[in-house]
């Protein structure tokens, strides 16, 4: 079998994450609520393709009751060692980005502390199965694109309700795009499976720990607009955490609980 080359790759790996993703852009906090509660950000949503983006928001809804929340919901019945596992796995792939970003942000602490979490967690952690870093007093914090144009000024833009991306500001969105393009660790065929190891487990995961939250802005009488300001509120938040620079989110009063990116 000829190799793929590098476009035929990040198509396939774009397709994956159409396929077994939604809402990333807000499918991956764990501690959404007490960001919510501590966050006194200012979060304007503009949304002047509403109609259109409520479509879209149909049609991800959709995906999302009949394919990823049953089988998140499955998923939280599996082992707690299991699902630990699992969330240690994908976070740890995913702090190469995160070190790139707290670099881009001008954070050199922040990055310090990502870099080590990664080699420590890489190696005795088993490929970052066992977080072995957080008892070694290093914690975790995340960063993303979305933040990183946060905190060099860039504006939130109009809301954008992607299909299977889901919702987010105009300036996430481009980040998301820029994600798929970066590709820290190369692109070998090992660094391949464990990248798509890490997208399936980890948006199962993210969404697993999303289902109390989900299930209790649905029985509000609109869907849409509750989950588009949470997702706001959250993400105002998180670009401040990073504006601050705190070498993890507990270590910022504001944005306590953004211990995850939307």
Same mark, same amino acid.
């Given at each position: 079998?000829? @190799? ?5 790759? &990040?198509?396939?790996?774009? &397709? &994956? ?13 764990? %501690? ?5 509660r501590? #966050?006194? $950000? ?5 949304? =002047?393709?509403?109609?259109? %983006? ?6 991800n ?7 990823? #929340? @049953? ?5 939280r019945?599996l ?16 702090? @190469? ?9 001008? %954070? ?11 080699a ?6 088993? !490929? ?5 870093s ?21 504006? %939130?833009? =109009?809301? !954008? ?12 969105a ?14 070998s065929?090992?660094?391949? +499976?464990?990248? +798509?190891? /890490? &997208?399936?487990?980890?948006? $199962?995961?993210t ?13 509000? @009488? ?23 620079? *705190? +070498? /993890? ?8 609980? *953004?211990?995850?990116d939307?």
């Open positions: 079998m000829r @190799p793929l080359t590098y476009p035929q790759h &990040l198509a396939r790996q774009v &397709l &994956l994450l159409l396929t077994v993703s939604y809402l990333t852009g807000c499918a991956s906090p764990a %501690n959404v609520a007490s960001t919510t501590c #966050a006194q $950000v200012s979060y304007p949503v503009y949304d =002047p393709a509403e109609p259109v %983006n409520r479509g879209v928001f149909a049609f809804r959709a995906v999302d009751d009949y394919a990823l #929340a @049953p089988v998140a919901r499955g998923y019945y082992p707690d060692f299991f699902q630990q596992g699992v969330h240690n796995f994908a976070s740890n792939f995913s702090e @190469p980005k995160v070190f790139i970003n707290d670099l881009l942000q001008g %954070n050199p602490q922040r990055s310090i502390n990502t870099l080590g979490r990664f420590v967690n890489t190696t005795v952690g088993i !490929v970052g199965l066992i977080d072995v957080d008892p070694l007093g290093i914690p975790r914090h995340t960063a993303d694109f979305g933040q990183t144009f946060g905190v060099w000024g860039i504006g %939130n833009g =109009p809301i !954008v309700e992607l299909p299977l991306l889901g919702t987010g500001n105009s300036r996430d481009a980040g998301k795009v820029l994600n798929f393009l970066v590709a820290p660790l190369g692109d065929d090992t660094v391949q +499976t464990l990248g +798509t190891l /890490s &997208l399936v487990g980890g948006t $199962v995961d969404r697993a720990s999303l289902l109390p939250l989900t299930d209790s802005l649905q029985k509000l @009488p609109d869907y849409y607009s509750a989950l588009r300001n949470v997702v706001a509120e959250h993400r105002a938040a998180f670009v401040l955490e990073g504006k601050q620079g *705190a +070498t /993890s989110p507990q270590a910022d009063s504001c944005a306590k609980g *953004a211990g995850d939307f």
